[in-house]
C-alpha cells in the first residue's frame, strides 16, 4: 500500500453531521489535487444508530474502506463512538473526538451502561488526542448545528491539505445561508489543536 | 475537470450520457439515489417512483418496446418482485437499450437478505456488469445500454452497498441523441404464445453465445498482468481491496462478467501458477472456473457471507500463506460500550401504535420499512417480517391457521402501495378476520423520503392526485376502515380493542406525517418534572431517543424531543408536561 495515502474515519450518531463533514474532506482533498474515495453508511443505521464515514485521499486510491489501524485521523462527536471505532487509528495517528456523550437507548431502558470512565479509556486508547468541546464551540458561535464542522477544522490539523481548499470546499458544500457560520466553525476548531 | 459522485450518482450519469429518456424505479437501500438523481436532469428524462419493483420494470420494458433507451432500478429483493418480467423479457427482446440497475447489499446493511443478484443473470441468460467504482457505474452502465441494443437483450448493472455509497471522481461526456421513438408492430417478436416462444427460446441461446464472443473482447475484461506466481481471478468492489491486499499479483478484473468470458480465463490460468478467486456473496465464478477444469483456490480462504473488505482479505491472505491471521485482542479501553442500534426517532407516529399493540394480546405480523424498528425492545411488538407486503397476507395465514390469539399485520403506507393490497384482497375475498394496521406516515421513510401515490406527488415534484389507503380499503371488500391518530394513544388503543374484538376483517389507518421529512416539532416540548417523577421508568418502554436515564430518573432532552407528547400519555404520575414558552 502506497505510504502517501491518506485515511480519516468520522464517526457519530445518526443526525450529528457525520456525511456534510466527510463531504467537506472530500472535497477539500479532491481540490488539492488528490485522487479521493469515500464510503459511508446510509438507511436503517442513519436512524439514531452508530454512523461511520470514511475518506481515503492520495496519488491513487483502491479501497474506499479504511484498513484497521491505518488512519490517520479519527475524529468523533460522540465519545463513546470514539472508542468504538478507535481500532481504525494508526498507532500514530490523531484522535479527536467532542467531548459530548449522546445516551443510546439501550442504556436508557437499563439494558447496558453508559461507561462511567470515558475520559481515562479515551486517554488509554489515544496517546495523540485533541479532546474539545464542539458542541459548546458551535452554539457559542451561534448554532449547533455547525459541531461537525468545529470537530472537522480540529481534524484538518492531522492532515496536510491547504487552508484554501477547506474554505473553497465549506463554500462548496453548505447553504448560502449557514456558509459564514461553518466558515468561522472550521476556523475556531482548527485553533483549538 | 472530474467530479466526486456516489457509485448511485455515477449510474445515473451514465444513463444521462447514455441517451435514456425513462427511468422507473422502487425505492429500496442501497439503490435509491440512482432515480432521484437521474430525475435532476430534467424533462428530458421521464422518471418516476412506480408502486413497485414489477409495475417498475415494465413501465421500463414497454418504454424500450417503442425504441426508447430506459433504465429500471431497484435494490437486490426489489428484482425478486420483477422477476416475471425479468425472465420472459429476454424472450421478447428489447428494442431501445433497457438496463435494470440492482444493488445488492452483502453484509447486510439495511436488508433482510444478502442474495447475490448475479444469480438472475444467469437464470434470466442475461448479460451482467459489475462496475468497482464510480467511474466505472457510469461507463459500464454506457456499455450496459450498447449491448442490450446492439443484442436486443435485457441487460443487469449489479452494484453493491459499497459501490453505490462509495464516492470517487467521475468524468463526464456529452449526452447521446435518444434514439427515434415508435412501436413497430411484430407479434411473432412480442407476443410468446408457444408456437413463437419457442424459436424465441432457440434464440436467447444463440444470442447468449454471441453475447459470450462479446464478453470475451470487452474493455470492461481485463487483464492486469503483475508476478505470474498468483493470478486472482475477481470483480466489483471486491477488486479495489484485491489490488490493496495482493498488490503484486496478476489480475483478471471482469467487468462484463456473464456470460462468462472462457477463453480470457484460461488465457490468465495459462499464464499463472495458481488462481484464487476473490468474489463476495455466492461461488459463481469460482464454480465455473472449476467447470472449466481450472483448479481453483477461493472459497476455503475467502469468506463467502457477509462484505469482504481489506481487513478480511488480510486473513485470507495469510490463510492462503498458511499463516495464522493475526487477530486482534479487544482492548480493554473498547469493553463493555453500550450498543447503540437504529431507533425510531423521537415523534415518530409509529411509537404510539406499537404501544397500544403492546396493551393487547396480539400477534403481530411486521413489514419492511422504519416500522421494523418497532421489532425491537422494549417496544418489542412485532413478530415476524418476511418481505414487502408480507404483513398483511401472513396474518391471513397465521388466522387460518387456527392461531389462537387474535392476529394484526402491519404494513407501512408505501408498502401497502407496493403490495399489500393484493394481501387485502384475499382477506376480504377469502372470508377472513385480520385487523391490518397502515402506518400511513405520508413517505417512504426508511430509504430516505420518497414520494409514492397517496401522497400527492410525484418523483419530479409535479402534483398529481393522492390515492386514498381508506377507500381502497373499501374497495377491496374490507367494510370495517377507520382512521386514527397515533399520536393518541388511548384512541389507537381502543380502535384496536374494538377491530380485535370484532369477527370481521379491518383496516386502521393510522395516520400522520413522518417529523424526520416534515423537519418540524410535532408539538411543544416536554419535560418532565423531578419532584413529580416516581421513577418508575415507564416512559423509558417507548424507546424514545430523547428521554435519557441520568441518574436512575429518566430526563428528557429538549435537543432531541420533537414534542410529540406520547410520553406524557404513558406516564402514569402526571410528571411529564409541556415546558412553558420562554
Ligand atoms: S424517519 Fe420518520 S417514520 Fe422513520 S423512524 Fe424517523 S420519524 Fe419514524
Ligand atoms: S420526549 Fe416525549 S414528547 Fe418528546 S419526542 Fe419523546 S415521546 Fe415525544
Not at chain 2, 423531578?530 to 428528557?556: N, T
Request: aromatic fraction near 6%.
Amino acid at each position: 500500500m502506497s505510504e502517501s495515502i491518506r485515511s480519516v474515519v468520522l464517526v457519530g450518531v445518526g443526525g450529528q453531521g457525520i456525511l456534510l463533514a466527510s463531504e467537506v474532506l472530500a472535497r477539500a482533498a479532491m481540490i488539492s489535487g488528490y485522487e479521493v474515495k469515500t464510503n459511508e453508511v446510509h438507511g436503517m443505521a442513519q436512524r439514531g444508530g452508530s454512523v461511520v464515514a470514511q475518506v481515503r485521499y492520495g496519488p491513487r486510491v483502491y479501497s474506499p474502506l479504511v484498513a484497521r489501524k491505518t488512519a490517520q485521523v479519527l475524529g468523533a462527536l460522540e465519545q463513546i463512538e470514539a472508542l468504538r471505532f478507535a481500532d481504525y487509528l494508526a498507532p500514530d495517528g490523531l484522535a479527536v473526538v467532542n467531548a459530548q456523550a449522546i445516551v443510546p437507548v439501550t442504556v436508557s431502558m437499563g439494558a447496558a451502561r453508559y461507561p462511567q470512565d470515558v475520559e481515562s479509556r479515551l486517554k488509554a486508547a489515544f496517546p495523540r488526542m485533541a479532546y474539545l468541546r464542539a458542541a459548546e464551540v458551535a452554539r457559542s458561535l451561534g448554532s449547533i448545528q455547525a459541531a461537525n464542522i468545529v470537530l472537522l477544522g480540529a481534524v484538518s490539523r492531522g492532515l496536510d491539505l491547504p487552508s484554501d481548499a477547506w474554505q473553497e470546499a465549506i463554500r462548496a458544500s453548505v447553504k448560502e445561508k449557514f456558509r459564514d457560520l461553518n466558515l468561522k466553525a472550521f476556523e475556531t476548531g482548527r485553533c483549538l489543536v | 475537470m472530474k467530479h466526486l459522485m456516489s457509485g448511485n450518482e455515477a449510474i445515473a450519469r451514465g444513463a444521462y450520457e447514455a441517451g435514456v429518456t425513462v427511468g422507473a424505479g422502487y425505492p429500496g437501500t442501497p439503490s435509491t439515489e440512482i432515480l432521484e438523481r437521474l430525475a435532476k436532469y430534467g424533462p428530458e428524462v421521464y422518471c418516476e417512483w412506480s408502486p413497485n419493483e414489477k409495475v417498475a420494470f415494465e413501465v421500463a420494458a414497454g418504454a424500450s418496446l417503442a425504441g426508447a433507451r430506459s433504465i429500471v432500478t431497484m435494490k437486490h429483493v426489489g428484482l425478486n418482485v420483477a422477476a416475471d418480467p425479468l425472465m420472459t423479457l429476454s424472450y421478447i427482446t428489447v428494442e431501445g437499450g433497457f438496463v435494470a440497475c440492482v444493488a445488492d447489499d452483502p453484509g447486510m446493511h439495511s436488508s433482510q437478505n444478502e442474495q447475490d443478484t448475479r444469480n438472475y443473470a444467469r437464470f434470466a441468460k442475461v448479460p451482467l456488469f459489475e462496475p468497482s467504482d464510480s467511474q466505472e457505474a457510469s461507463d459500464f452502465l454506457k456499455l450496459a445500454m450498447e449491448i442490450s441494443e446492439k443484442y436486443r437483450t435485457p441487460a443487469i448493472l449489479r452494484s453493491t452497498t459499497r459501490v453505490s455509497h462509495s464516492r470517487s471522481l467521475v468524468g463526464w461526456g456529452e449526452r447521446a441523441v435518444p434514439p427515434k421513438v415508435g412501436l413497430v408492430k411484430n407479434p411473432s417478436r412480442f407476443v410468446p404464445i408457444p408456437v413463437w416462444g419457442r424459436p424465441m427460446r432457440q434464440r436467447l441461446e444463440e444470442r447468449l453465445a454471441l453475447l459470450k464472443k462479446e464478453a470475451e473482447a470487452s474493455p470492461a475484461n481485463r487483464l492486469e498482468w503483475g508476478d505470474r506466481k498468483l493470478g486472482i481471478i475477481t470483480a466489483s468492489i471486491a477488486y479495489q481491496y484485491v489490488r490493496e491486499v495482493w498488490p503484486e499479483a496478476s489480475i483478471l478484473k471482469l467487468g462484463f462478467s456473464y456470460p462468462f468470458p472462457d477463453g480470457l480465463i484460461r488465457e490468465f490460468a495459462s499464464g499463472v501458477e495458481r488462481i484464487l478467486v476473490v468474489e463476495e456473496l455466492d461461488s459463481i465464478l469460482e464454480e465455473h472456473v472449476r467447470s472449466l477444469g481450472i483448479p481453483v483456490a477461493g472459497r476455503e480462504f475467502v469468506p463467502g457471507i457477509g462484505e469482504l473488505s481489506t481487513d478480511r482479505l488480510q486473513a485470507s491472505r495469510a490463510r492462503f500463506e498458511g499463516r495464522e491471521p493475526v487477530m486482534d485482542e479487544p482492548m480493554p479501553y473498547a469493553r463493555d460500550l453500550p450498543p447503540r442500534p437504529p431507533v425510531l426517532c423521537p415523534g415518530c407516529p409509529h411509537r404510539g401504535v406499537f404501544y397500544a399493540l403492546g396493551k393487547h394480546d396480539v400477534v403481530v405480523t411486521g413489514d419492511i420499512g422504519c416500522y421494523s424498528l418497532g421489532a425491537f425492545k422494549p417496544l418489542d411488538r412485532m413478530d415476524s417480517i418476511l418481505c414487502m407486503g408480507a404483513g398483511v397476507s401472513m396474518a391471513h395465514g397465521l388466522e387460518k391457521a387456527g392461531e389462537p390469539r387474535r392476529v394484526v399485520g402491519v404494513v407501512g403506507d408505501s408498502t401497502f402501495f407496493h403490495s399489500g393490497i393484493t394481501g387485502l384482497v384475499d382477506i376480504a375475498y377469502n372470508r377472513g378476520q385480520s385487523t391490518i394496521i397502515v402506518l400511513d406516515n405520508r413517505t417512504t421513510a426508511m430509504t430516505g423520503h420518497q414520494d409514492h401515490p397517496g401522497t400527492g406527488k410525484t418523483l419530479s415534484g409535479e402534483k398529481t392526485r393522492a390515492l386514498s389507503i381508506e377507500e381502497i380499503g373499501r374497495a377491496c371488500g374490507i367494510e370495517r376502515v377507520l382512521t386514527v391518530d397515533p399520536y393518541d394513544i388511548e384512541e389507537t388503543s381502543l380502535a384496536i380493542a374494538g377491530e380485535i374484538e370484532a369477527r370481521a376483517p379491518s383496516l386502521i389507518v393510522s395516520r400522520a406525517p413522518c417529523p424526520l421529512r416534515e423537519r418540524r416539532r410535532v408539538g411543544g416540548l416536554r419535560q418532565i418534572n423531578q419532584e413529580e417523577c416516581k421513577g418508575c421508568k415507564l416512559c423509558l418502554k417507548l424507546a424514545c431517543p430523547a428521554i435519557e436515564l441520568q441518574d436512575d430518573f429518566p430526563e428528557i432532552n429538549p435537543l432531541f424531543c420533537a414534542g410529540c407528547g406520547v410520553c406524557q400519555q404513558v406516564c402514569p404520575a402526571g410528571a411529564i408536561s409541556e415546558e412553558a414558552r420562554k
